[in-house]
């Protein structure tokens, strides 16, 4: 059975940095993209990044360009989201995912596995 459990969040003061982390476990991975989305209160949930577990590739959305780094360690089947220069508008739960192949990486509801969420708010 798929695992995923995300750690990390907290509270932040604006321009702050936060590193989260996503520990995966039961399968193998290496056909499989992993991302992270995003949902603050009353919005709908929204991509954030994604890398393939095989090779390096990864994606962002515009809005974290330039701040959040996206990694993963292959031997620990863990990812990472690493968030730096936070704003209060980056406040939401953050939640790692996982799903099969390489396509349409920002559609949240192709993938097949999500963790429970892990809450990051920035303070102004």
């Known amino acids: 059975q798929v695992q995923l459990v995300e750690s990390g969040g907290g509270l932040v003061q604006a321009g702050d940095s936060l590193r989260l982390s996503c520990a995966a476990s039961?399968?193998?991975?290496?056909?499989?993209?992993m991302g992270w989305f995003r949902q603050a209160p009353g919005k709908e949930r929204e991509f954030v990044a994604s890398?393939?577990?095989?090779?390096?590739?990864?994606y962002y959305a515009d809005f974290v360009k330039g701040r959040f780094t996206i990694s993963k360690d292959n031997a620990k089947i863990t990812g990472y989201l690493q968030m730096n220069s936070l704003k209060p508008e980056d406040t939401a739960v953050y939640y790692c995912?996982?799903?099969?192949?390489?396509?349409?990486?920002?559609?949240?509801?192709?993938?097949?596995?999500w963790g429970q969420g892990t809450q990051v708010t920035v303070s102004s």
């Open positions: 039961g399968r193998t991975f290496s056909s499989y993209a």
């Open positions: 995912a996982v799903k099969r192949g390489t396509f349409d990486l920002g559609a949240a509801d192709l993938y097949d596995y």
């Open positions: 890398i393939m577990w095989s090779g390096a590739r990864s």
